[in-house]
């Protein structure tokens, strides 16, 4: 199976945006990470609202190179949106596989 069909099958559907709106819409994997140590559990705010520190495992297609991408983007996916804290290129051979990421949950403020 390839990733491109695994992502198909698999995945969730999941946009890369800016400010400005979407850039980029496909599929890919997001899954929570857990902590042993539970030292992730304060959160921090930033100029676009309330980061909840929520991290989870992303693993995504090579075509979304999110290694390049720029400050104010972000990952959106089944209404939340996810801070991109850092990403990585996994090769098979010479060639990129899939995109690993770690990123985080942002949650605005309501008032």
Not at 11 to 25: A, D, H, P
Not at 80 to 99: C, P, T
Request: net charge neutral; charged share 20%; aromatic share 14%.
């Amino acid at each position: 199976m390839t990733t491109k069909t695994l992502f198909k099958q698999y995945g969730r559907n999941v946009s890369l945006c800016t400010n400005e709106g979407i850039k980029q819409s496909y599929k890919a994997l997001i899954q929570p990470l857990r902590y042993k140590n539970k030292m992730y559990l304060d959160g921090i705010y930033t100029e676009i609202g309330f980061n909840s520190q929520g991290h989870y495992l992303y693993i995504g297609p090579p075509d979304v190179d999110l290694t390049a991408a720029s400050d104010g983007e972000y990952l959106s996916a089944n209404g939340m949106n996810y801070q991109i804290d850092r990403a990585e290129k996994v090769y098979a051979g010479e060639k990129v596989f899939y995109i690993w990421a770690i990123i985080r949950t942002i949650v605005e403020e309501n008032y």
